[in-house]
């Protein structure tokens, strides 16, 4: 779910607490106990509770990169190495010698494939259309712009 896209439901914008949304339902329902009304209420409100505070804040998806998928598991470091090899973009930080040696080499083979990634998500900086990124890794591994790495959204963002 994309919480940005979500809107405060009007009936219960002024609602501060789950007592006063339960209440405001039971008006609704001149009176009269629905208990299937308050569960729904109940948790209507509680989901919008705990996330309206992700509605205000700076969208930094639109800023990050997602450009490998946890699905990869141990192959990560590789996929994205092969990938950044053949693509155009310009990096620097890390070695070529380094990169080409993750590329290459079976995750399994020892602990200098765990230490040159270390390194490479340290280090690595790319820049794609005059914009500078470095590497985050969080399950997914992400490119994230140098300039907001350490903002406190992306500190709420990464932490989530």
């Not at 804040?57 to 590789?78: L, N």
């Not at 765990?114 to 790319?126: I, M």
Request: net charge negative; aromatic share 14%.
């Amino acid at each position: 779910m994309n919480f940005t896209q979500l809107q405060p439901i009007p009936m219960f914008a002024n609602r501060t607490t789950i007592e006063d949304a339960m209440d405001y339902a039971y008006e609704l329902n001149k009176g009269t106990p629905d208990p299937s009304l308050l569960v729904a209420v109940s948790v209507l409100y509680n989901t919008i509770s705990d996330n309206y505070y992700l509605m205000d804040k700076p969208v930094i998806e639109d800023e990050v990169m997602d450009v490998m998928d946890s699905a990869r598991g141990v192959y990560i470091p590789r996929d994205f190495c092969a990938m950044l090899l053949s693509s155009t973009w310009v990096w620097y930080g890390v070695h070529n010698n380094t990169i080409s040696y993750l590329e290459s080499h079976d995750p399994y083979n020892g602990d200098h494939y765990w230490d040159n990634w270390e390194q490479t998500l340290d280090n690595l900086r790319v820049v794609i259309d005059d914009q500078v990124y470095m590497l985050h890794q969080n399950c997914d591994l992400f490119l994230v712009p140098v300039d907001i790495i350490d903002s406190p959204e992306f500190e709420e963002w990464s932490e989530a």
